[in-house]
Each structure stands twice: as C-alpha cells, then as structure tokens.
C-alpha cells in the first residue's frame, strides 16, 4: 500500500546534537513538506519543497534544514541552532491538484534531554 | 499574511447533542481542508471544500465553505463518543504550490 513513512517515532537529543527525522513516500507525489506541533497548538510549516532539489522555507525555519535528492525522500534535520526543538513532527505529502489535499505520516516526536 | 482561526479551541459536549465548529481565514482562498487527529497520532483527512458553496457530508459530520465570508464550519449531528478528537481546519494560501495553513485546532470532547 502507499504512504508515507517517518521515522523513528520517538528520538531524543542531546544539548548541541543534530538529529535527522526520515521521511519517504512512495506515493509519486510531488511536494514534500515539513511541519511542527507543539502541546496544544496547531501545525507550523518549516519547509516544503515541490520538486527534486528544490525547496523553500516555510514560516519557521531556523535552526532546521532539509534536503530533495530523490522524489521519495525529504529528510529534514535539527540543528544545535534550534533552541527548543522538542516537538511533534508531521511530514506530508501532496500531487500538484488541490482536490487531495496531504497526506500525512505517523510522526516523530522529538525530546532534547 | 494569511491567517487561520478556528472556535471554539475546546468544546466539551454530551452524546447526542449537535455542535458546529467555525474556522474563519483572512486572505481568499477557494480551498479549505479539514482533518481530524487522535491524541498522539497523525492527521486524517476528513473533507476537501474547493468551491464556494461547498458542503460535503460524512457520517455525522457536515463541512461546509462560505468564501465570501471566508468561513468554513464543521456541524457535527447527534455526537458520540467516538467522534472526540482533535479537528483542525487548513486554507491552501498558495494557488499554485499547494502550502496549508492550519488553524489551532479544536479540542472536541463527548461525554455519554
């Protein structure tokens, strides 16, 4: 079946670590796009990318980064740059007509310990 | 810059009554998704509204889009337990690259 697939679910980090959270779809989709959840709030767009190597900051994007060498896979790390990275992180995926909308993976949820 | 705005955040409510959640946004935007989320888990697409007009219907859940009044509401009909979740609201704020918007989400609980 196709989807999208995140991992891992769960990762800590360390006080100046960078972590990377794996994202891949094998839906043939298009775009790729990135967003946090914090406790109790909505979704917030970090980056998104609509083709391979090519994409573009969302609405908080320091201290994250990503990159688009394969279709598939949009991986995005966080840096020691970013503060307060513990979160819930959604990846998602969309073809280029709106009538869909995303499709969303399991998430990760991030802990700095 | 577009913004999302859903009401109420919480809403607690018994079985079998009817409620309606509304999400207003500031910019134009013909499409509006709703999605629902259990605690702890990913995001589920519940209803995609592309025109003004628009309603779309689901079991005890009914969306419905207004573009001139940049609204959208969700009514939920003789609610049950298991409709408590989370539901956001998000407007595509770019015609061509498909980027969402989410409003805050609102925090449905349903008591028997």
């Known amino acids: 079946d196709g989807g999208i697939t995140q991992s891992p679910k769960y990762l800590f980090r360390k006080e100046g670590q960078n972590v990377t959270l794996s994202c891949e779809q094998n839906l043939n989709h298009d775009a790729m796009y990135w967003y946090r959840q914090d406790p109790g709030q909505g979704l917030r767009l970090i980056y998104y990318s609509q083709i391979v190597n090519d994409f573009q900051k969302g609405d908080i994007a320091e201290g994250y980064s990503v990159s688009r060498e394969k279709k598939e896979s949009f991986p995005l790390t966080v840096t020691s740059a970013q503060k307060n990275p513990t979160a819930f992180y959604l990846c998602a995926s969309s073809i280029k007509r709106p009538n869909y909308g995303y499709t969303f993976g399991s998430g990760t949820r991030l802990t700095v310990v | 810059e577009l913004k999302v705005e859903q009401n109420p955040l919480f809403l607690s409510m018994q079985e079998g009554k009817n409620y309606t959640i509304y999400c207003n946004y500031s910019t134009t935007s013909d499409r509006l998704y709703w999605y629902r989320q259990d605690p702890g888990k990913s995001l589920e697409s519940l209803f995609v509204?592309?025109?003004?007009?628009a309603v779309k219907q689901e079991g005890r859940l009914m969306a419905s889009l207004d573009t001139k009044a940049r609204l959208s509401t969700l009514h939920i009909t003789a609610a049950v337990h298991d409709l408590s979740a989370t539901y956001f609201c998000?407007?595509?704020?770019?015609?061509?690259?498909?980027?969402?918007?989410f409003g805050q989400g609102t925090r449905l609980t349903i008591n028997p």
């Open positions: 509204l592309l025109s003004n007009g």
């Open positions: 998000a407007v595509d704020q770019d015609q061509g690259a498909q980027k969402l918007v």
